[in-house]
């Protein structure tokens, strides 16, 4: 999978094909924004001067900008299992498909998104309203993208689920793992052991 921006339009959102809804081109306009200046630091009034609309209609749609944050990291979310789904129909089966799957996510231009991820799953997990919806999605929506691509590449379906929520819980981990230390060399090793493991794994099993 090559590396990519989580914001291009070419992965599109689940209601392709319809005019998007006054929601809909709000939080992709938030997303584009996030994407080339960050929002964190800014106030709702001045993310919606940005957005070229009023804080009221922000507060109207996603009723406060906790919430909006927690929307941009279930769209980017959405948008990075599109691109993972896609890995399944270019062939999978090629030995550097993992690999490239995780330089993908690793990559410096996604660290961003990644450290808003698990801020707002930090508040997921402790029962912030605005973020607990997030918690519905942020494994199970994982599990049949990535299993898929495990199946194509030989593991049995009968442990494709159990490999993929293993994969997904490697994958963050180390994805925390290095924006903590920034030791890029160091997270890189430990995935390609890991992928190694895995093939093993299969390897063994047949």
Do not use: C
Request: hydrophobic content about 45%; cysteine-free; glycine content about 6%.
């Amino acid at each position: 999978m090559a590396t990519g921006d989580p914001t291009t339009p070419d992965v599109m959102t689940p209601d392709a094909g319809t005019a998007p809804s006054a929601r809909e081109r709000l939080l992709d306009a938030a997303v584009d924004h996030a994407a080339r200046h960050g929002v964190s630091d800014l106030s709702l009034r001045q993310l919606a001067t940005a957005l070229g609309t009023s804080h009221r209609m922000l507060i109207y749609h996603f009723g406060s900008k906790e919430g909006l944050l927690t929307e941009i990291v279930r769209r980017v979310e959405s948008r990075q299992r599109a691109q993972v789904a896609a890995l399944a129909g270019d062939d999978p089966t090629s030995p550097t498909s993992l690999a490239e799957l995780w330089d993908h996510f690793a990559d410096e231009s996604l660290w961003p998104w990644e450290r808003l991820f698990f801020e707002v799953y930090a508040q997921a997990l402790q029962g912030r309203p605005h973020a607990r919806g997030l918690l519905d999605e942020a494994i199970d929506a994982w599990i049949d993208p990535l299993a898929e691509v495990l199946v194509a590449r030989g593991t049995p379906p009968a442990h494709a689920r159990d490999d993929a929520r293993l994969m997904l819980a490697v994958t963050r981990g180390l994805l925390l793992d290095l924006l903590a230390t920034r030791d890029r060399n160091g997270v890189d090793a430990a995935m390609r052991r890991f992928v190694a493991l895995t093939d093993r794994r299969r390897a063994d099993r047949d």
